[in-house]
């Protein structure tokens, strides 16, 4: 059996095989937010011809299967097929994405009093050459020259002694020797070779960002980033868990973000004629199943309960244990975790945050694919995770998408004619909807009346704007020649159920310690959804605290900050050790208050108007 796809190419379809998984393993990826469970409906697929068994047409409306659209997770060829796939099915993830380099992190280094401290060091060795009357070997030849050095006790990998003999004739027996802290020798180079180079790594859920350093200086010298291709398995941790455990998962999710990595470096060594040898120290900052997966460890521990990973601390292993195709002798340091949900991406962040140092209560909020939250000073610090799920990068919303071109972002509602003007990435046509456009488009349906307090929509309103769809009330954000962009009732309650955990999150993490709100001096948002959030809009839905806007700082990508600070830095190393091993770990689903708190703030902006005076005050004008 054959599958022609429209404008594609033409592939064998793999007998009893689902039709997404078929286009899968010829290289074709949709989304498939929920990992091909027929649950989120994304992976639409248009039959023009052929026959196939259905297995289920999930979220799918009545127009939609009459005009032959398919969920392909759902579908199993029986003849030859001709398909289309439409623009919004289509996983677009081997993109590099271009990200600014503007900010100098190497002040940051210096703000930060880190010092130059990597974790590879190097000396340099000048040894005696052998003669026909001095036969000893050339390895204890280098072992007499570093003992010189005051260098005695190194060890030497096999890996490292295979090129020992012809670097050492090459280079006429003057060395620079490269070396972990903890004496074990990684690279022999020319002595006059006076760059070197590292790489910090944040495996993301959705992205891998990778920093080309220069760690002799601390000079950042490329940036590379792109969507983490473990996305054609599902878009959440829980998905990827899944996949994990089904025959050959962990090993296809391990070599999917380790290529990832090899396929932004690789361009960027050749930019900046680097060889791979050059390379020879790393750090790796991920959640805790991201970090799971990238040494390959089975992560289905972490989301059964007692929730507990196979471990917090990683060993320094090699870059040829991981794969990474560089120096194979390279030290891979990981940024510890604190518990199945709280990981190093969390105490790089703090690290970088610097929160852990201040006499000040900061809180550090970190709201991404899940959303995890820190907080705490220089006495104390404690952490919880929210389980916000993924719905803010467009998981589970009917029309939900990242923050890509044609996504609407921003959203504003005329509260006389309920007709909404849009802000849409790229100034294109909508194709769908981002967090940032969620969550302007929830706080302005609210402020103008559309929906109540409980994100319903109200009843008999003078707009052809609000329609009954199959999952009840939705709103119509775009009218388009081919599809509506649509907001439903279910996507509002999707949204409010994530908001409403993460303000249910920090007020636990809070009555914990004994404290209120008001006690917090600074709030951090970290991750790349914060660059778009509009504050004052996530205010307005109970999603931030109702707090003084000048206490928020946007922080970006800590995570990527604190590998590189770890790089960088033994200092910065040690810190990061010490901020995990002193984070209590609040586990909120067995939480006693946090159901009550979840519950409370299931509404807008929440059930006490008094903790949110300043949308209290605007409710009551308007
Ligand atoms: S419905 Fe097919 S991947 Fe989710």
Redesign the pocket.
């Known amino acids: 059996m054959e599958i022609r796809i429209v404008n594609g190419k033409t592939i064998k379809a793999a007998p009893k095989e689902s039709l ?1 998984k078929t286009l899968k393993d010829n290289g074709i990826y ?15 697929v248009r039959r023009l011809e052929g026959d196939a068994r259905v297995e289920s047409s ?2 799918l409306k009545k127009e939609e299967i009459d005009s032959n659209i398919l ?4 579908t199993f060829p029986e003849s030859d097929m001709v398909i289309e796939i439409p623009e919004e099915s289509k996983l677009v993830i081997g993109d590099k994405i271009a990200i600014s380099k503007s900010k100098d992190i190497r002040n940051f280094l210096h703000s930060v009093e880190a010092g130059l401290e990597p974790a590879v060091r190097r000396v340099y060795l000048e040894i005696t050459p052998p003669t026909i009357d001095d036969h000893a070997s050339d390895l204890e030849r280098l072992k007499l020259a570093l003992s010189e050095k005051g260098l005695a006790g190194m060890r030497f990998p096999h890996g490292f002694l295979l090129g020992l003999a012809s670097s050492l004739r090459t280079l006429n027996w003057k060395i620079n020797l490269d070396y972990t802290e903890d004496l074990s020798a990684v690279a022999i180079v020319p002595a006059d070779k006076i760059d070197r180079y590292g790489l910090a790594i944040d495996i993301g859920t959705t992205t891998v960002v990778v920093y080309l350093v220069n760690y002799s200086d601390g000079r950042l010298v490329d940036v590379g980033m792109t969507y983490n291709s473990q996305m054609r398995f ?1 878009d959440d941790v829980i998905t990827r868990i899944v996949h994990a455990t089904e025959g050959g998962g962990l090993d296809e999710l391990r070599t999917t973000v380790v290529n990832d990595i090899n396929v932004i470096l690789s361009p960027m060594m050749e930019r900046h004629d680097i060889n791979s040898n050059e390379i020879d120290s790393v750090v790796i900052s991920g959640n805790t199943t991201m970090s799971q997966l990238f040494w390959g460890f089975d992560p289905s521990s972490i989301r059964e309960e007692p929730y507990v990973p196979t471990l917090n601390s990683y060993p320094v292993w090699s870059a040829g244990n991981a794969g990474i195709k560089i120096h194979p002798q390279a030290p891979v340091y990981t940024v510890p975790c604190v518990g199945s949900y709280v990981g190093g991406d969390i105490v790089a962040g703090v690290l970088a945050s610097r929160l852990h140092l201040n006499p000040e209560i900061s809180l550090f909020m970190d709201i991404g694919t899940n959303g995890e939250i820190a907080v705490g000073n220089n006495e104390w610090l404690m952490t919880a995770a929210c389980s916000a799920g993924p719905c803010f990068e467009g998981s589970g919303i009917r029309h939900g998408m990242r923050a890509t071109e044609g996504a609407v972002e921003s959203v504003k509602i005329d509260p006389v004619t309920f007709e909404p003007a849009l802000g849409v990435i790229g100034d294109s046509v909508p194709t769908g909807i981002c967090g940032s456009g969620m969550i302007d488009a929830i706080s302005e349906l609210f402020f103008s009346g559309v929906i109540d307090q409980r994100g319903k929509f109200m009843k008999d309103l003078k707009t052809d704007r609000i329609i009954s769809g199959d999952e009840g009330p939705e709103y119509i954000l775009y009218r388009g020649e081919i599809k509506d962009i649509v907001l439903t009732e279910v996507d509002i309650e999707n949204v409010m159920r994530a908001k409403a955990a993460i303000y249910a999150g920090v007020s636990v993490l809070l009555k914990e310690v004994g404290l209120s709100l008001d006690i917090v001096d600074r709030i951090y948002i970290a991750g790349g959804f914060g660059n778009y959030l509009n504050v004052d809009k996530a205010i307005m839905i109970g999603m931030l605290p109702d707090l003084p806007k000048e206490k928020f700082s946007f922080i970006g990508n800590t995570s990527i900050a604190g590998a590189y600070l770890c790089l960088m830095s033994a200092k910065m190393r040690k810190e990061a050790e010490e901020i995990a091993g002193r984070m209590t770990y609040v586990e909120l689903s067995v939480s006693r208050g946090f159901m009550d708190e979840y519950m409370s703030a299931l509404f807008l902006p929440h059930t006490d108007m008094n903790l949110f005076p300043t949308v209290r005050d605007l409710y009551k004008k308007n």
Do not use: E, N, T
């Open positions: 997404y949709l989304v498939a937010s929920c990992g091909g469970k027929g649950l989120c409906g994304k992976c639409r999930g979220k969920l392909a997770c759902m599902g």
